[in-house]
């Protein structure tokens, strides 16, 4: 059984975490109203990043972006077959209703970042 919880260290907290993976080889995937960019890790478990601007909307919106990003993947990150640094960001042009739409565009990333390859779905 997969664990479901968001640990310190499934987080990218510092600047460092960032620019490696901005910098680095990372692949950049888009499936609206998510913009991701993965870096493949070599070691350890697939970390996220939350990088949500002020145009997506005021303090309330944003926060709720980002409560919807961290809970799709805290659900789903086991699916992915590799380790990754993933990077998030919300395109500008999302209002606050497309948030629901987050968990399926999070797993459509997931699975391209598999190689088209599904993982089983372990979730209760």
């Known amino acids: ?37 993965a870096l493949r890790r070599d070691e350890g478990g697939s970390r996220l990043g939350l990088s ?6 005021n303090s309330v919106v944003r926060n709720r972006w980002k409560r919807a990003v961290r809970q799709a993947f805290r659900l789903n990150r086991h699916r992915l077959h590799a380790p990754h640094d993933l990077v998030v960001s919300v395109d500008w042009a999302a209002g606050p209703e497309r948030v629901g739409e987050v968990e399926p565009a999070l797993l459509r990333i997931i699975e391209r970042l598999n190689g088209g390859r599904e993982a089983d779905d372990d979730r209760p």
Not at 9 to 16: C, K
């Open 1 to 37: 059984m997969p664990e479901f919880g968001f640990p310190r260290q499934a987080r990218l907290l510092t600047e460092g975490d960032f620019r490696r993976v901005y910098t680095g080889r990372a692949r950049r995937l888009q499936e609206p109203p998510l913009r991701v960019c």
């Open 52 to 57: 949500i601007g002020r145009k997506v909307g």
